[in-house]
């Protein structure tokens, strides 16, 4: 979204987010519904999972969405699956990018008149003023497949605006981290930013209560999307996946993390075994688990 929205976002954050989750997705399932962007002579249903994110490299604030998307459409009569007519980009991202606009100022326009962003008049002269400019809108292709991309967004999806290991040092009430300047060629730098300006910038990003910032839209939509996914594969003659292998929490933190949740924070080298489970209130007491010890000595 344009900078210029970012007061309303603060100011009312489910309204303005929600919009953006509703015009982004309505402009992709516009331009789906077109056949002139498919091999067929039909357009179709997407599959697209939105992603929120609020943050800049810096801190700012910086709201956008990472949508992934299909790269064909369930036609509208489930008889067949239209694939893209140009294989090198979805759709065309300046008409993507004046109908996503156009979509968002209405939303904004409507959301005034309810009464949902209060009464300040110049929400009118906002949308009047965003109107005259370019929105960027920006598609690509999986250059590495889409098992890249969903391994690249997979790790974002629960993160928050920082990561601990982009924190290097705390002095003198002076915080400072790494970022990436991406109007300097992508230089990665270091900013330095007193404590009470650190925390001010990390605060914008925290979401209201309950807020969901990650949806299923289309063929992905958690209403019909078992049904849906399996006809597209009957109409692709693809194979079901196989299913993912059950990992336990110690094995998931160690494959992401390399933490040993086992091991022995002391020595690094011994193992830690439960030997007992101290008694809860309502539940009957746990015998010890017997254990042996050697001495390894």
């Not at 292709?141 to 974002?156: E, K, M, N, Q, T």
């Not at 990436?180 to 001010?200: H, M, N, P, S, T």
């Not at 079901?240 to 080298?269: F, N, Y």
Request: proline share 6%.
């Amino acid at each position: 979204m344009p900078s210029e929205i970012g007061p309303l976002a603060l100011y009312r954050p489910r309204v303005i987010y929600d919009l953006l989750f509703r015009a982004a997705t309505d402009t992709l399932a516009t331009f789906a519904r077109d056949p002139r962007y498919f091999s067929a002579d039909t357009g179709g249903e997407l599959g697209i999972t939105a992603i929120l994110h609020t943050w800049g490299q810096n801190l700012s604030l910086h709201p956008h969405l990472h949508c992934v998307v299909t790269g064909g459409a369930l036609a509208s009569d489930g008889q067949s699956f239209v694939t893209l007519r140009h294989k090198g980009f979805l759709f065309p991202v300046r008409a993507l990018a004046q109908v996503f606009r156009a979509k968002f100022l209405e939303g904004l326009r409507q959301a005034f008149e309810r009464g949902t962003l209060g009464d300040d008049t110049s929400v009118a002269a906002l949308c009047g003023k965003l109107r005259r400019f370019d929105w960027v809108v920006y598609a690509k292709p999986p250059f590495a497949g889409p098992d890249s991309v969903l391994a690249y967004l997979g790790a974002y999806t629960h993160r928050i605006a920082i990561s601990n290991h982009r924190i290097l040092s705390l002095e003198q009430r002076r915080v400072a981290f790494r970022y990436r300047d991406y109007a300097d060629g992508c230089k990665q730098k270091i900013l330095r930013l007193d404590v009470d300006e650190f925390i001010r910038r990390f605060l914008l990003h925290v979401l209201p209560r309950g807020f969901v910032r990650i949806r299923h839209y289309g063929l992905l939509a958690n209403r019909n999307r078992r049904q849906k996914i399996a006809r597209c594969r009957e109409l692709l003659s693809a194979a079901e996946p196989q299913e993912p292998v059950q990992e336990t929490v110690s094995e998931k933190l160690l494959r992401l993390t390399g933490i040993d949740i086992h091991g022995c924070p002391a020595c690094h080298e011994g193992r830690m075994l439960v030997v007992a489970e101290i008694d809860r209130p309502g539940r009957r007491p746990l015998h010890p688990i017997p254990v042996e010890i050697h001495d390894s000595s």
